[in-house]
């Protein structure tokens, strides 16, 4: 953590940029460039995701008139950059040197309620996500434009997202999320975990190449948890004991091996959601030691990467993209994965100090109240880990406000702290 005084121009700056001191000494791809030097590099790539504009000629002119001309870049110049590939190098090794040794620290880390048995695994949740199109975007043949598709995963068990691909390359066509992770380097889907650690996927219920990932598991040791597709057809072959009188079990109604899409046996959870009413299917290749139960938590927890991705759109306002270019393309989704992952950091930081954003505590107790209510009218009991459910996954909307404000300006620590306080107490 960095120690500020009043005389340094930005605490918020300086505390958030101490995040990836580290990653930025160890990154490869340096090169001394004398008009646009690697850390300003990473520093206004960063401050694009957190400021709200329009277009990058209101970014760069809003940045230049905030620092009273202390950043000069041009946007002719950030916009050349993100057209290098060796730039783009340098910032996938800066997240990576980031994001690794967090994930080692937490990879048997329980704080979020993960059962036991899922100590060896890193655990991630996976989909795609889309932006619009440039505005200097090329349009086809019709005279459209075409969104621009990228595949994230969020780390589960401490909350950092990476990016996994870009999934389609601005033309009419929509690659499907399997033929994009098909086309990787298996082991980039490791992402770096070590020999002897197993690594798991929540995706949505369109991966369903049941002997691909099979496949991963037997050759890579990657794991995976999805829905069925309402028109799967399935064959089952065999039926799994359930311990129903575990509350961790609670809604399930049938753990079965079954046989679908020509792959070999694999394994499929029922589960009856109370609140809803709805019956669910879960695929999996995780071995039937692991609770039924805990299989539909992971699932659940799924939920939490759209809820990222609703803060890329909503809160930071990352809708379109910023260059026609598709190294452009990959360079601010690395962008926005690092502004996102130490914004993370800022909020831990935040709230070790006691600034906390009471509002969503609030909205929490609310969904929690309505839940016990459904459960209790129904005489049924609550599962045991939907209570591990109730932590507060998103970065409220006055934080992020917060933080782009003082990113430039004269502030202590001290003085930072007490001015967000002073926006919680607020109504």
């Not at 980031?98 to 048997?108: F, I």
């Not at 009188?245 to 009856?272: F, K, L």
């Not at 049924?380 to 782009?404: D, H, M, N, S, Y």
Request: proline content about 2%.
């Amino acid at each position: 953590m960095v120690s500020t005084t009043n005389n340094e121009k930005s605490a918020i700056q300086n505390q958030m940029l101490s995040y990836i001191s580290e990653a930025l000494e160890r990154a490869e791809g340096k090169y001394k460039c004398h008009v646009n030097p690697d850390e300003k590099w990473v520093k206004y790539g960063i401050l694009r995701v957190l400021h709200k504009h329009d277009s990058g000629r209101e970014f760069f002119q809003d940045m230049r008139m905030d620092s009273l001309g202390e950043l000069d870049i041009v946007r002719q110049d950030f916009q050349e950059g993100l057209k290098s590939k060796r730039r783009l190098r340098h910032l996938i090794s800066i997240n990576d040197h980031y994001l690794e040794p967090r994930a080692q620290h937490s990879w048997k880390q329980r704080d979020g309620g993960f059962h036991e048995l899922l100590d060896s695994f890193h655990i991630y949740a996976a989909d795609g996500h889309f932006h619009a199109a440039s505005t200097h975007e090329e349009r086809d043949e019709k005279g459209r434009k075409h969104a621009i598709g990228h595949l994230y995963a969020l780390n589960m068990r401490n909350r950092d997202v990476s990016h996994l691909a870009l999934s389609s390359d601005g033309t009419r066509k929509k690659p499907h999320d399997l033929g994009t992770l098909k086309k990787m380097d298996i082991d980039a889907l490791r992402q770096n975990a070590k020999k002897g650690q197993k690594v798991l996927y929540l995706w949505d219920r369109a991966c369903i190449d049941f002997e691909w990932w099979m496949k991963c598991k037997h050759n890579k040791g990657i794991y995976f948890v999805t829905r069925s597709k309402e028109n799967m057809k399935k064959e089952v072959i065999g039926d799994v004991a359930i311990k129903h009188d575990c509350a961790e079990n609670s809604g399930v109604i049938a753990d079965q091996i079954i046989m679908a899409g020509g792959a070999e046996a694999i394994r499929m959870i029922t589960y009856q959601d109370l609140e809803t009413d709805t019956e669910y299917e879960f695929i999996t290749n995780l071995h039937g030691s692991i609770p039924p139960g805990v299989i539909v938590q992971l699932y659940r927890m799924r939920w939490d990467i759209e809820k990222v991705f609703n803060d890329f759109k909503s809160k930071l306002e990352e809708t379109k993209a910023w260059s026609k270019s598709l190294t452009g393309k990959r360079m601010q989704a690395q962008f926005m994965i690092l502004a996102y992952n130490i914004l993370l950091r800022l909020r831990d930081t935040v709230e070790q100090e006691g600034v906390i954003d009471p509002s969503l505590d609030r909205q929490r107790e609310r969904r929690w109240k309505a839940t016990l209510e459904t459960y209790a009218k129904a005489e049924q009991r609550v599962p045991k880990w939907l209570e591990k459910l109730r932590r507060v996954t998103q970065i409220g909307v006055r934080f992020i406000r917060w933080a782009r404000s003082l990113f430039l300006r004269e502030s202590s620590w001290s003085q930072a702290l007490s001015l967000l306080d002073g926006e919680y107490s607020r109504k």
